[in-house]
């Protein structure tokens, strides 16, 4: 009995997946939360979904390798970034909360944040 090796895996393929894990990132934060962080606003990115909030500043949200996420405060100012807070291992039931905390950068410090 020989191993069968598996189909590559084409670019349109990759591009499916994305989206949909996308979209999956998306329905566990919700629309009403979506609507409050950034106006309905979805920035794709590599693994995940970015908000952009306002002053620089957007919610990144990434799929981790072992199926939990990774939410991150992003400020942007020059054409750099700064990561002002992060928390990994993230369950999908916790999405919606700590996205929208990242969110409110004047009423949460990185007091609450871990740093990376």
């Not at 996420?69 to 970034?81: A, H, I, L, Q």
Request: proline content about 5%.
């Amino acid at each position: 009995m020989g191993y069968r090796v598996p189909p590559r895996v084409s670019h349109i393929e990759k591009a499916m997946i994305d989206k949909a894990q996308r979209d999956e990132i998306a329905r566990e934060i919700g629309t009403g939360n979506i609507m409050a962080i950034s106006g309905g606003r979805i920035y794709p990115i590599t693994h995940g979904i970015e908000l952009p909030v306002s002053g620089g500043y957007s919610v990144r949200i990434t799929l981790d390798p072992i199926d939990t996420y990774t939410v991150s405060r992003v400020f942007r100012r020059g054409g750099k970034e700064f990561i002002h807070g992060s928390i990994s291992y993230v369950y999908a039931d916790q999405i919606s909360e700590l996205a929208y905390r990242a969110s409110c950068f004047e009423s949460y410090d990185e007091t609450h944040w871990s740093t990376p």
